[in-house]
């Protein structure tokens, strides 16, 4: 499977800061080594179905049986924390380069760089509340709203921002393969514990390794696989975290 040629963004003048420049002989043996191990993998027709329809239930469930009551006393909590709505909606780069509203519970007080800048450990953004919703993820919940309307999947690439794809699309070769399918809540980076703020240029060409990784092996054990691997690291956050404050 080539790079989808389609996918083009216009630039204009990106206000990111470069990224860190790795030694450009490494840089040209990992992406040899992507060109020579990415094969044009397509998963069996029912794949897909299987896919959507294991979507549509986990999300459809968890919305009904736990966002139903979880859902108020969040924006409580949200709302005591500092002004602003409880949904963050942002624009995300989704499937084939198709931007799309994805929403987060607010963990952030309402800022300008919310859309352009990434948010980093200790973020003075971040406010009392939005620190235990980001560490346990509870803040990512709401995006079952975008799995049900079929924007995203459980499982597949971390969506990124819409200002970020564009500029990483620019100086990352293969960055646009993780396009050629649906993002997900959770994938193979996020279990390899690539998670958050991307750090350097090495540091996001592992993530693109492992996301294609994921596209070459796609099936429903190994969703099933990166799932399992998710909750179980997400509830070792939250013990980790509570048995931190004792």
């Not at 070459?216 to 969703?223: E, I, V």
Request: aromatic letters at 14%; one cysteine or more.
């Amino acid at each position: 499977m080539k790079q989808n040629g389609t996918l083009e963004f216009t630039l204009d003048q990106p206000q990111l800061a470069p990224l860190p420049q790795s030694n450009i002989s490494s840089i040209r043996y990992m992406f040899q080594e992507i060109d020579q191990l990415y094969l044009d993998h397509k998963p069996a027709a029912y794949y897909y179905v299987t896919k959507r329809v294991v979507d549509i239930a986990i999300s459809f469930v968890f919305i009904v049986m736990v966002m139903s009551w979880l859902t108020p006393i969040l924006a409580l909590l949200i709302k005591l924390s500092s002004k602003g709505p409880v949904f963050f909606i942002q624009k995300r780069t989704g499937l084939m380069g198709q931007e799309f509203d994805c929403y987060k519970f607010r963990t952030m007080f309402v800022n300008d760089e919310a859309d352009i800048k990434q948010v980093s450990i200790n973020d003075k953004r971040i406010t009392w509340i939005g620190k235990f919703l980001r560490i346990t993820h509870i803040d990512e919940t709401a995006q079952f709203f975008n799995v049900l309307l079929g924007d995203m999947s459980i499982v597949g690439p971390r969506p990124h921002m819409v200002y970020h794809t564009e500029y990483y699309s620019e100086v990352i070769p293969y960055y646009n393969l993780r396009l050629e399918v649906k993002p997900g809540m959770t994938g193979m980076a996020q279990i390899k514990d690539y998670i958050g703020e991307i750090n350097g240029e090495r540091e996001l060409r592992k993530r693109i390794q492992w996301d294609i990784y994921y596209m070459k092996n796609r099936s429903m054990l190994l969703d099933i696989q990166i799932l399992t691997t998710t909750f179980f690291k997400v509830f070792e956050k939250a013990f980790g975290m509570l048995g931190k404050k004792k």
